[in-house]
């Protein structure tokens, strides 16, 4: 076989076998966010179930302690330090708990906002999909038409509900009216004895009393001039 052959044989199989890497890497890929939040609830859980076990293992070495105490020194001190490493592996579960319990919670968060996205997308195609068949002119003057015929309508309830027939002054039916109560009122006076009646003789008139003390005044006053003269002469 000449070296063409060979160097061409080569770059071939190469380019084969990275091929095949890219596309077994393209076949693993990533988890899914279901698969994540999934894998790290299992992971709470069992971290949970061995939190349980370590209280009660916490609990017993306790009592191991409080049983030796005055009986076997040694005993109660190597319980007391197994609780004590117990106590320690315990804390840290606490703190990966809470580790874990935020990631999850992120996690689900992130899966939420873009399960929000996608759909606000789909939305978003949906209603450009639907306003692309609408003329925004044509829309114009279907509510000019609208409003035309309700304008139309309008016109056509008040002719229908106005008056029918001839129409009558207002004022003169009100004066016919007055006249009515002003008869009725006449009516009911006399039915209840009518108005007290005006006497027919004549009052005695002040004049006369006035006229006699102004000629008995002039009468004085020239009896007073008479007496006057009389002085003088």
Same mark, same amino acid.
């Given at each position: 076989?000449?070296?063409?052959?060979?160097?061409?044989?080569?770059?071939?199989?190469?380019?084969?076998?990275?091929?095949?890497?890219?596309?077994?890497?393209?076949?693993? /890929?990533?988890?899914?966010?279901?698969?994540?939040?999934?894998?790290?609830?299992?992971? @709470?859980?069992?971290?949970?179930?061995?939190?349980?076990?370590?209280?009660?293992?916490?609990?017993?070495?306790?009592?191991?302690?409080?049983?030796? /105490?005055? %009986?076997?020194?040694?005993? =109660? $001190?190597?319980?007391? %330090?197994?609780?004590? +490493? $117990?106590?320690?592996?315990?804390?840290?579960?606490?703190?990966?708990?809470?580790?874990?319990?935020?990631?999850?919670? =992120?996690?689900?968060?992130?899966?939420?906002?873009?399960?929000?996205?996608?759909?606000?997308?789909?939305?978003?195609?949906?209603?450009?999909?639907?306003?692309?068949?609408?003329?925004?002119?044509?829309? *114009?003057? $279907?509510?000019?038409?609208?409003?035309?015929?309700?304008?139309?309508? +309008?016109?056509?309830? *008040? =002719?229908?509900? /106005?008056?029918?027939?001839?129409?009558?002054?207002?004022?003169? &039916? &009100?004066?016919?009216?007055? @006249? $009515? @109560?002003?008869?009725?009122?006449?009516?009911?006076? %006399?039915?209840?004895?009518?108005?007290?009646?005006?006497?027919?003789?004549?009052?005695?008139?002040?004049?006369?009393?006035?006229?006699? =003390?102004?000629?008995?005044?002039?009468?004085?006053?020239?009896?007073?001039?008479?007496?006057?003269?009389?002085?003088?002469?």
């Amino acid at each position: 076989m000449s070296k063409i052959a060979k160097l061409f044989k080569g770059s071939s199989s190469s380019g084969s076998s990275s091929s095949s890497k890219s596309k077994h890497s393209r076949s693993r /890929g990533g988890p899914s966010p279901q698969e994540a939040i999934h894998k790290l609830r299992e992971t @709470e859980e069992m971290l949970t179930k061995k939190q349980d076990y370590l209280e009660k293992r916490i609990e017993q070495e306790l009592t191991i302690a409080k049983k030796n /105490g005055t %009986k076997n020194k040694r005993a =109660a $001190l190597q319980a007391l %330090k197994r609780k004590k +490493r $117990l106590e320690q592996q315990l804390t840290q579960i606490d703190g990966t708990l809470s580790t874990i319990e935020f990631q999850r919670e =992120a996690l689900e968060n992130s899966h939420t906002n873009t399960e929000v996205l996608k759909n606000m997308g789909f939305a978003a195609k949906a209603m450009k999909q639907v306003h692309e068949n609408m003329d925004i002119d044509k829309i *114009d003057d $279907l509510m000019q038409d609208i409003t035309e015929q309700q304008d139309v309508a +309008r016109e056509i309830s *008040d =002719a229908i509900s /106005g008056p029918f027939g001839e129409t009558f002054d207002e004022d003169e &039916l &009100l004066a016919e009216l007055e @006249e $009515l @109560e002003q008869e009725e009122l006449e009516e009911n006076m %006399k039915r209840m004895g009518g108005l007290p009646s005006v006497p027919s003789s004549k009052l005695p008139s002040a004049r006369p009393s006035s006229h006699r =003390a102004t000629t008995k005044k002039r009468v004085e006053d020239e009896d007073d001039m008479r007496t006057l003269a009389s002085w003088a002469t």
